[in-house]
């Protein structure tokens, strides 16, 4: 409960790392698989999510989902071995269980390809990109993190609780109304890739204090 408090402030993959694994080990795969996806796919280099490979490499075996997770198995060999850290035992026990045909290290670009579709394919309205964009949402300013010379950032909260990610360049008309509990109207750019979903096309309506 305390992680999901914070994820709701602060969308990390590490933070949803750790509820899959917490989820894992109550055996609740769905939950696992959730969070490990969500994770995957959130911004973040992939060598630093060489234990979040692995443990989507132990949710797919227990789904019994045989050959990605080997595959994932695999990719979290292969990344320490490009990185020439050391390879824990329990991927080679792993590994063992597998009739799989071994992966070489020259493979790995082409096994980091095939396994990112896989990851993407859990992304929300993968397929439609400009679904949300279309959809202007109201919200209150709910956190500012800078207000400089060069802009404004900081966090939307909108739809019973969720928040969203928003920025302000400094010559924009709007900065200067904007604070904490400005009523704002704006569209959502969905997440792709590595960028995190975001507000765009952000206007004021109206200053509410909370």
Known sequence: SELKNILRK???WFIQ???AGLYFEENDLENAFKYATQAIINFGSLEFKVELVFLLGEILNKKNEKDLAFKHFTLSKLIRQSEEWKIPQKIFDELRNFENAEISI??????????KKYWNSFIPQQNNPKQNTNQRLSGKIDKILNDNEKGMDGFIKYDSGKSVYFSVRSDHKIKDDLQIGSKVK?????ASGEKKKRAIEVRSTSIDMI
Not at 106 to 115: F, R, T, V
Request: no cysteine.
């Open 10 to 12: 602060k969308n990390e």
């Open 106 to 115: 020259n493979d790995i670009g082409k096994l980091k390809s095939e396994l």
């Open 186 to 190: 704006f569209k959502i750019l969905p």
């Open 17 to 19: 790392k750790e509820l």
